[in-house]
């Protein structure tokens, strides 16, 4: 179990026999279920609820109201501006209002329709450009502006030969996590609670649920349970507060698990958004300036908005070298459902933007795309646009040399003969035999930050003990680090048995007995609890080494391998359990890495950011022309992960992230009208099923960071950035339209 | 909510003379979709799975009588020779896991405009049986579906059936979605040619308040059609046929897309169907 | 009401169902057995994929009186406590398991295709995947671990 294999997850087992707990599955004896009572309208005033029927309800024990929220009704991971449950006015379609818990899920689920809420209907934002106008009515307290980022970079006057403008438009993408948002609040006699829950970050969940039950933070304790997939979507709280709130009245523990309709409205989504660029350029293809204005949807409540357009900002440019940039990145509140984290986190938005002027640009110089691409690319020691010195590998002209390097694949299938349906646009659908299939080869690049920005204070905490059981050396790793599938329950294993050479290593369940790990998002976790993992394995370590030196007079220069303790040249000194004997060793450490510093208010510049990460995409894509049905054919990447800690579980990052990607760029949207999700179901939010998604031919690089552990970078995000920007740039060469929003649509291609 | 679990047709038949009200279920595939989803909440479910009769089909007076609980996977392996256009639509319903279980007599049922069963059933001039304790009768499918998710079943009746002639010249089904696996039509297309007959029959599908057939499509190109000599149709005749065919929708915008859109999509579907079914006419059919 | 049926080899009883309740429902909360997914509850994912009297479908598609009588292999079942099926040590070597939340049903889905198919094409294994939502993956180590099962069994 060691740094840079491809170690099998010890979850796997469990999870292959379906026996894997995840939040869902948790169940308490006399356990009541909760249900939750939920806005009908985008915006309206609360002038009355009436719990008086749904209390009469058979089975229900408990149902609570704003007035019952036991301390300060108001949460929020950067601003505190949203609800527990609404008081005077609800902002977003599906806005929690009141709670039920029940005997039985059905009795729930009708008692919170008997319960009576009197609106007064107001008239919804429903357009962030619409929130911004001076007449617009305020949202909230402070404007419908939630934050404005300004990047003024280099000479603002500065004019070029060449200039590409366009305008492009994201839709709202939903992280659809196959597990629900689910958990279970057990309420202790000291009223205390005990809550089991899937979440990217314990501590945050157990700091604003403490602000809101009116607790102090050792009476709410938090257990990690099974996580059933993330990617941003498990950052803000959901049914936290209300199962605990339900638990402490009703003295009874209560589970919660939404349905897939509820959970559409019940985590924040991706923030779709309108991009307008100007591009300027001498005429050998290098770049003098680019302008442009980015305006994200927020939604109702700010969530991680903040955070987000401060990476629109920053990374608007993608990964060249920009001598003069202008940004104006607003994200503005509205009565849309709220939008946050999603994998990739602001830079999947840009991208499309900037890949698709890159493309433009091309075309105008008539120049290969990929050739303009290298004549701009990002160089360590370069400058960005936020006046930061890029340190590091910045492998933007390796990864692009890589992926169009890659041979492509065999071209379609003729016409006649017998056809393989699944292999064309439509599938068995049987929509085309080849007739108006045309293909397209696309290129797209993206970059984005790892870890925390702008100040926000990154560490994570890692205890490890090292103890004898049944006569052999044991590890034992405890972080309050979230496992969502990712795999980093492995590479902490891995990381510890690695630094201290023993053989059995288990990470123990999460919890908030350990110190903070911060989120498992940003693409953090390899690097920051990676990070704490080692240091203290390392501290423990060096306390065996003094141990072995003083107990038997050792020479320096031994070392753990392979649960013994040895010598330099690896002859045995002592086997790990007899050194140890009943002695435990354990050390508990906090991993901070390098500080980053705010955004200049007016000029955006600053050392914001700590690590950057960068992938390259090629797309091959079918399209039949006629019908705009689309197959894509092959994706190919390149990526530079550093180091790869355990490089099955970085293929999977990589091939995941790439399908997440392709959803947004050909088929996911979260749809909307009048402030009101359409479809709010997996029948009608489509994901990429086993016959969407291509083979993934890539290319890993390791090109080692110096500043971090191992040298590696962040894996899980950039793959999402790029591939669907690459899949865009594919259809606009197969079909010659602009393609100027995704999802594309079948009637974006036709008509 | 009731539950009533008849284990006979005779038995079900009667517990609908007296349950009205009734929802029967089969393959639960949309039944279970609107009460997980909390869409619906029927007073009474009767489920039909126990009918051993339901589940069987047999060939009677030249055609081919289904039983409504045959399940989309045995059309695919058991009748598609004999009823290539359901089967081809049947392998795009859902899922392997929803193909076992749905039938084409919950299909009938819902009678959702969006049914994968319905073009084809539509183009092969299917029959629909009804039953009641009071007696049996055979509706066509043209006359089948009367408005948005609402069929000619009255209240007391079941349906027991459908009845298709075997093909009688090549048949088609095509189907808009926008992911190549596991969706609902945008809009679909079926179509069947009657070799022996010389006729041409059609059906739409996720474009109108029900499905529709497109009579003057098949009307004018059955006129176009050289049937003895088996050559192509002029290229103005096919564009004809697709804008006859887009003609007969009657589509609005929706979640899953827009008006014009499955106009445009029809034609083409129309057209390329032609083309496939006359390639298929002209080396295959004696 | 009351549901009686086979689950994995044992008699299995629950008394006091609500009507409206899914095969799935009861295989979780009234028999414990977690195994089988509550993803999307309207037959979209495949991650409550069963055997019903040997046919593959989704628990969450079946109404708990539909299953009066009848024979439910769960993905519990697959196995007895001990070891894993091949598909499941395929899955686990591939790295086709990430956060978990769909592999019980692609387990059992695989299962089924490869008791009907012993060698499939990738075009057969996709078609018979398609209706099993994965969100983590990218389905490549899926259909490693299903070739790798393949040739196994």
Known sequence: MRVGESVRRPDGAAKVRGRFEYSSDLHAPDMLWGATVRSPHPYARIKAIDISAARAMPGVHVVLTHKDVTGRNLYGLEIKDQPVLAHDFVRYWGEAVALVAADHPEQARRAAQALKVDYEVLKPITDAEAALAPDAAKLHPNGNITRQVKIRHGDQSARADIVVTGEYEIGMQDQAPLGPESGLAVPEQDGSVELHIATQWLHVDQEQLAAVLGLPPEKVRLTMAGIGGA???????????????????????????????ESFVGHVHRHPGRLWYEHGADRDGRLVYVKARILLDGGAYASSSTA??????????????????????????????????????????????????????????????????????????????????????????????????????????????????????????????????????????????????????????????????????????????????????????????????????????????????????ASRQTYITGGAVKTASEAVRDRVIAMARAELRAPSGLHIENDNVVTGTGKLVVPLATLLGDEVIEETREFHPRQTFPLDAETGQADAHMQYAFAAHRAVVDVDAELGLLKVVELATAQDVGKAINPQAVEGQIEGGSAQGLGLAVMEEIQLKDGVIRNASFTDYLLPTILDMPPVRMDVLELGDPNSPYGLKGVGEPPTISSGPAIAAAVRAATGRPITRVPIRPHDLTL | ???????????????????????????????????????????????????????EWATEDGLVRVGAGVTYTRIIDELGDRMPGLAMASRTVGSPQIRNRGTVGGNLGTASPAGDAHPPLLASDALVELASASGTRRVPVRDFFTGPKR??????????AFLIEPATGPQTFSKVGTRNAMVIAVCSFALALDAGRRRVRTGIGSAGPTPLPAPEAEQFIEGELDWDGRQPPSDAAVARFGELAAAAAKPIDDVRGTAAYRRHALSVMARRSLGWAWQDYRVGWA | MKVACTVNGAAREADGVWEGESLLYVLRERFGLYGSKNACEQGECGSCSVFLDGVLVCACLVLGGQANGRTIVTVEGLTDASGLHPVQQAFVEAGAVQCGFCTPGLVVATHDLLQRVRKPTEAQIREALAGNICRCTGYAKIIDAVNLAAGRT
């Not at chain 2, 639960?28 to 339901?54: K, Q, S």
């Not at chain 2, 069929?151 to 027991?160: M, Y």
């Open chain 1, 308 to 521: 987000v357009i401060a990476n629109a900002s920053c990374f608007s440019c993608g990964p060249y070298r920009v001598p003069s940039a202008t940004i104006d990145g607003i994200v503005a509140y509205t009565n849309n459902p709220p939008c946050g984290a999603m994998r990739g986190f602001g830079s999947v938005q840009n991208c499309y933007a900037h890949e698709a002027q890159m493309d433009k640009l091309a075309a105008e110089l008539k120049m290969d795309p990929v050739e303009l691409r290298m004549r701009n690319a990002l160089q360590t020691g370069d400058k960005l646009i936020t006046g930061q010195t890029i340190d590091g590998p910045v492998p933007v002209a390796e990864l692009l040399k890589s992926i169009a390097a890659m041979p492509l694949p065999a071209s379609g299938e003729g016409k006649g003969g017998d056809v393989d349906l699944t292999k064309l646009p439509g599938g068995v659908s049987n929509t085309t035999h080849g007739e108006g299939v045309k293909r397209g080869v696309g290129y797209a690049i993206g970059f984005k930050n790892i870890g925390y920005s702008e100040g926000f204070k990154d560490y994570s905490t890692a205890k490890v003990r090292l103890f004898t059981k049944d006569g052999k050396a044991r590890v034992e790793v405890h972080t309050a680090a979230a496992e969502v599938g990712q795999g980093l329950v492995t590479v902490q294993a891995q990381i510890a048995g690695t630094e201290l050479g023993v053989n059995d290593v288990v990470v123990l369940d999460a919890d908030t007995n350990v110190g903070s790990a911060g989120s498992s998002s």
């Open chain 1, 231 to 261: 990617f941003g979507a498990r950052e803000d709280l959901s049914m936290q507060a209300h199962a605990c709130l339900l638990a402490l009245e009703a003295g009874r523990p209560v589970k919660m698990s939404y349905s897939r309709t």
């Open chain 2, 151 to 160: 069929n000619a079943a009255r209240k007391d009746e079941l349906i027991a």
């Open chain 2, 1 to 55: 909510m009731n539950f009533l679990q008849p284990s006979t047709w005779a038995e079900a038949l009667a517990m609908k003379a007296a349950h009205p009200e009734a929802l029967p279920i089969a393959g639960g595939t949309d039944v279970l979709v609107e009460i997980n989803l909390d869409h619906n909440r029927p007073d009474t479910v009767m489920d039909l799975t126990r009918v051993a009769d339901l589940a």
